[in-house]
């Protein structure tokens, strides 16, 4: 498939779901549960500065900041620009939240920028993974760290979910490996500090 196709596949895809992305459903309620589950993991303490890829509504960011009494300055980047009206919308009230339509391998903000980067069930939607973690690496301050949460291929029935997605699903791109991330995160220049599962995810962390 072409980029500019799957660009444009995962573009209609997400303003589709940003109509509803804050009403109650289960494919809601699991991706809530997914960005609490990476949320208690992070290393966050007040004045921090956060980046949130693929942010959707701004919802996870919401609940970090909540967790430093709003201190701190954060940013969510979104390829959707119906989810970033929606954020921008959300968030309309709020001086410390900041709102960018972009693409995960191409984010128009300065290096060194941020002490931490989640990204939560979005990885996989990308065609060009290192780049994405070039990006990261290069706004992460000396010392941050990254957060990846997402399914990853180490046993049958995630291999079997990743050959579904190449039939039903054109905006999937691929799903990784453990040793794939590991490898991933170290070529882009970071240090992979490990990994966490999180009940049939994984969150995959490394450090700057």
Same mark, same amino acid.
């Given at each position: 498939?072409?980029?500019?196709?799957?660009?444009?596949?995962?573009?209609?895809?997400?303003?589709?779901? #940003?109509?509803?992305?804050?009403?109650?459903?289960?494919? =809601?309620?699991?991706?809530?549960? #997914?960005?609490?589950?990476?949320?208690?993991?992070?290393?966050?303490?007040?004045?921090?500065?956060?980046?949130?890829?693929?942010? !959707?509504? !701004?919802?996870?960011?919401?609940?970090?900041?909540?967790?430093?009494?709003?201190? !701190?300055?954060?940013?969510?980047?979104?390829?959707?620009?119906?989810?970033?009206?929606?954020?921008?919308? =959300?968030?309309?009230?709020?001086? =410390?939240?900041?709102?960018?339509?972009?693409?995960?391998?191409?984010? &128009?903000?300065?290096? =060194?920028?941020?002490?931490?980067?989640?990204?939560?069930?979005?990885?996989?939607?990308?065609?060009?993974?290192?780049? #994405?973690?070039?990006?990261?690496?290069?706004?992460?301050?000396?010392? /941050?760290?990254?957060?990846?949460?997402? &399914?990853?291929?180490?046993?049958?029935?995630?291999?079997?979910?990743?050959?579904?997605?190449?039939?039903?699903?054109?905006?999937?791109?691929?799903?990784?490996?453990?040793?794939?991330?590991?490898?991933?995160?170290?070529? #882009? /220049?970071?240090?992979?500090? !490990?990994?966490?599962?999180?009940?049939?995810?994984?969150?995959?962390? /490394?450090?700057?």
């Amino acid at each position: 498939m072409k980029e500019s196709e799957h660009l444009r596949i995962n573009e209609k895809k997400w303003d589709k779901w #940003a109509k509803t992305i804050d009403s109650k459903s289960l494919r =809601n309620n699991y991706l809530r549960s #997914a960005q609490l589950a990476i949320i208690s993991v992070l290393d966050l303490k007040e004045n921090i500065s956060m980046l949130d890829i693929g942010c !959707g509504s !701004g919802w996870a960011l919401d609940q970090a900041s909540k967790l430093v009494k709003d201190k !701190g300055t954060f940013f969510g980047v979104d390829l959707s620009a119906k989810m970033i009206e929606k954020a921008i919308e =959300n968030f309309k009230d709020r001086e =410390n939240f900041h709102f960018i339509i972009a693409n995960a391998e191409a984010i &128009p903000l300065e290096d =060194n920028t941020f002490e931490v980067i989640t990204c939560t069930n979005s990885f996989h939607h990308y065609l060009h993974p290192e780049k #994405a973690l070039k990006e990261m690496y290069r706004l992460l301050k000396p010392g /941050g760290k990254i957060y990846i949460l997402d &399914p990853t291929i180490d046993n049958w029935f995630f291999k079997i979910i990743s050959a579904g997605f190449k039939i039903f699903d054109r905006a999937q791109a691929k799903l990784y490996s453990t040793k794939e991330f590991q490898e991933m995160i170290s070529g #882009a /220049g970071m240090k992979y500090t !490990g990994t966490k599962k999180i009940k049939m995810q994984k969150i995959h962390t /490394g450090m700057k």
